[in-house]
């Protein structure tokens, strides 16, 4: 299952379900803003700040599930997280937030005319403390329609 696939798909999508748990077993599973793929490595936006944070600091692996919904295959991607606080890494990973905002507010704006519709907020704004999430995907599991599991582990 070759990864630009995984990429392609996964670059048609705006924010994606990341399921992490505490020491404890306690599950978490939250949508955060996906920023981009860099090879293996995809950067994740969290503006929230809250359990997902506290079970990555606790826990740092993470499960991610996108879906194909032309092949109706589904996808898990499995991997390590590095929490991006602050630093130079952190403040080009912001600049590129700040080009992904303003290209998500002109989306909605130019949708909302489109299909008439009125928003309360076109702006996708965020809060000013934001936390990167930078996690290098170790496995992708493909989930056919039959039921049948193909893994591929990067380790």
């Known amino acids: 299952m070759p990864y630009d696939k995984i990429r392609d798909l996964l670059n048609q999508y705006e924010f994606v379900n ?3 748990s505490d020491f404890s077993g306690k599950p978490n599973l939250a949508p955060k803003l996906l920023l981009k793929c860099d090879g293996n490595v ?13 079970n990555l600091k606790a826990n740092p692996r993470v ?3 996108i879906m194909d919904s032309e092949s109706l295959t589904g996808y898990q991607l499995n991997g390590n997280v590095e929490i991006i606080e602050s630093g ?7 600049k590129e937030l ?19 519709k009125t928003h309360q907020n076109f702006e996708a704004t965020m809060p000013d403390k934001v936390i990167v999430f930078k996690i290098k995907i170790t496995e992708i599991v493909e ?11 990067f380790e």
Do not use: C, M, P, W
């Open 42 to 54: 995809i950067f994740l936006i969290d503006y929230v700040i809250g359990r997902t944070f506290e």
């Open 88 to 94: 130079k890494e952190h403040e080009r990973i912001l």
């Open 63 to 65: 499960s991610l599930s």
């Open 143 to 153: 989930i056919a329609t039959s039921g049948q599991l193909k893994r591929e582990n």
């Open 18 to 20: 990341v399921a992490t």
């Open 98 to 116: 700040h080009k992904k905002q303003i290209a998500l507010s002109s989306k909605r704006v130019v949708e909302g005319l489109y299909r008439g």
